[in-house]
C-alpha cells in the first residue's frame, strides 16, 4: 500500500508565503515524477509543478518565478514554496506520486488535498 499524505495549506494574505509538504509512505521501490496540482472551484484540476527524481522540473506558466518544487529523495517527500500568493492561487492543493511497488509495478498515487486560501 502507498499513502501520499499533504500538510501545510492554510489562509493567507495576498503577498504572503506558504510551504506546502508531501510525504510518500509504503511500499516504494523508487518515485520518478512528484507534482503538485491544484483545482479551484468550478474548474479542472490543473498541474501547478512536477520534478523527477534526477531533478528535472516543470512549472504552469502562472506560477513561474513565484513558486519552487523540490524534492528529498531519502524521505520520499516534495515541497511546494509559494511566495508571491494571488487571490487566483486559491485551490486545493494535490500532490501526485509516480511510484514504481516493483521493479515491474508502477502505479500513480493521489493524496486527499490540503486547502490553499489566498485572501485579498
Known amino acids: 500500500q502507498v499513502q501520499v499524505v499533504e500538510s501545510g495549506g492554510d489562509l493567507v494574505q495576498a503577498g504572503g508565503s506558504l510551504r506546502l509538504s508531501c510525504a510518500v509512505s509504503?511500499?516504494?521501490?523508487?518515485?520518478?515524477?512528484m507534482a503538485w496540482y491544484r483545482q479551484a472551484p468550478g474548474k479542472q484540476r490543473e498541474l501547478v509543478a512536477r520534478?523527477?527524481?534526477?531533478?528535472?522540473?516543470e512549472y504552469a506558466d502562472s506560477v513561474k518565478g513565484r513558486f519552487t518544487i523540490s524534492r528529498d529523495n531519502a524521505k520520499n517527500t516534495v515541497y511546494l514554496q509559494m511566495n508571491s500568493l494571488k487571490p487566483e492561487d486559491t485551490a486545493i492543493y494535490y500532490c501526485?506520486?509516480?511510484?514504481?511497488?516493483?521493479?515491474?509495478?508502477?502505479?500513480?498515487?493521489w493524496g486527499q488535498g490540503t486547502q490553499v486560501t489566498v485572501s485579498s
Open positions: 509504503g511500499v516504494i521501490f523508487s518515485i520518478n515524477v
Open positions: 501526485n506520486a509516480d511510484v514504481k511497488e516493483t521493479l515491474t509495478y508502477r502505479s500513480s498515487h
Open positions: 520534478i523527477t527524481s534526477g531533478g528535472w522540473i
